[in-house]
Nanobody, 116 residues
Framework: QVQLVESGGGLVQPGRSLKLSCAAS????????MTWYRQAPGQERDMVAA????????YYADSVKGRFTISRDDAKNTVYLRMNSLKPEDTAVYYC?????????WGQGTQVTVSS
């Protein structure tokens, strides 16, 4: 079955960096786009970044453009989110997502907390 497992979250000071990973299994990873979302307490889940079938096809929310980079390694069935210059407002649970067969699949999420 489709499985997405996020990792790499944690507590970090403002201005520092983190790199999230999402390991995928149960489907032909290289054939599908992948998306990172985040959800802060009491807020809706928002799209952060998306990637197509190559690193050349990417989308970023305005709030993270220039600070975050999404990438993929098809050999490892993994999508990454490199987050630089983190701000307190980046604090959220980060989820990876894919759509296939008319269904949407989510991981369990990884908590990112940006605080001094």
């Amino acid at each position: 079955q489709v499985q997405l497992v996020e990792s790499g979250g944690g507590l970090v000071q403002p201005g520092r960096s983190l790199k999230l990973s999402c390991a995928a299994s149960g489907f032909a990873f290289s054939r599908y786009g992948m998306t990172w979302y985040r959800q802060a307490p009491g807020q809706e889940r928002d799209m952060v970044a998306a990637i197509g079938l190559s690193d050349e096809i990417t989308y970023y929310a305005d709030s993270v453009k220039g600070r975050f980079t999404i990438s993929r390694d098809d050999a490892k069935n993994t999508v990454y989110l490199r987050m630089n210059s983190l701000k307190p407002e980046d604090t959220a649970v980060y989820y990876c997502n894919t759509h296939l067969g008319g269904s949407s699949y989510w991981g369990q999420g990884t908590q990112v907390t940006v605080s001094s």
